[in-house]
């Protein structure tokens, strides 16, 4: 977001030359960063889903082997 030229102690004046009221501008500016820092949040959580899914089609994939082997899932059981 480019800041806006100031044209008085109450309005800016935009990139398109249109005004806004100082105090509009501070709420929509004060809005994108909130945005912004929820975006960043969800993009964590997103990697921490993607990494748990990994390890958890892992998990799946070796106990489909064991079974497609012969093997029981349980560590005690011996193959027939």
């Given at each position: ?10 309005q800016y ?21 909130r945005l ?45």
């Amino acid at each position: 977001m480019s800041e806006p030229k100031r044209y008085d102690n109450f309005q800016y004046e935009t990139a398109g030359g249109e005004y806004v009221r100082y105090e509009d501008y501070a709420l929509l500016k004060s809005e994108v960063q909130r945005l912004e820092n929820n975006c960043d949040y969800l993009d964590q959580k997103l990697d921490e889903e993607i990494d748990k899914s990994a390890m958890l089609c892992g998990q799946i994939e070796r106990l489909t082997d064991s079974i497609t082997a012969g093997y029981a899932i349980t560590p005690d059981a011996k193959p027939e």
